[in-house]
């Protein structure tokens, strides 16, 4: 698991169109709740001006407990899934039997598989990550007010 503290709070402000959610137009996340009482008054303020503006769309304000882990602790996390992913996928491929055909193009493709599979193990293995991190603060209240 990680290493959150257990009194970490995230407040996000989400506008919808229709059924969906369009927008997430605030996030917050690792506020402790001493933050969040002094501030929950504004958090409010910021969802009811955003309805005021948008009569028609639903606003919703979530206050509740973190869960997800944000920027280190999230690659880390993510790191360590995806190289239990990597590996299993790799063994899969090597125990994989391969249909022999005339010009060996079943082997030769497996063989490229099996070398991407590898070098992705060993990028991840070296900390490399490129996929999407969430983000500690999303503010787009002024395009939305």
């Known amino acids: 698991m990680s290493n959150l503290q257990p009194s970490w709070i995230c407040v996000k402000i989400t506008v919808y169109k229709g059924y969906h959610a369009d927008r997430v137009v605030y996030y917050r996340g690792q506020i402790s709740i001493d933050m969040l009482e002094k501030w929950r008054w ?3 303020y910021l969802a009811a001006r955003i309805k005021v ?7 919703e304000l979530t206050i509740c407990p973190q869960t997800l882990p944000l920027g280190d602790e999230y690659v880390q996390e993510k790191i ?24 060996n193009d079943n082997q030769i493709d497996l063989e490229k598989k099996i070398e991407q599979t590898k070098a992705e193990i060993a990028a991840l293995e070296r900390g490399e990550y490129t996929g999407l991190v969430p983000p500690y603060y999303i503010n787009e209240i002024k395009q939305w007010i």
């Open 42 to 44: 504004y958090f409010e």
């Open 80 to 103: 360590k899934n995806l190289l239990r992913h990597r590996r299993t996928k790799l063994q899969k491929l090597i125990n994989t039997p391969v249909a022999s055909d005339l010009f």
């Open 53 to 59: 503006k948008h009569p028609r769309r639903k606003v």
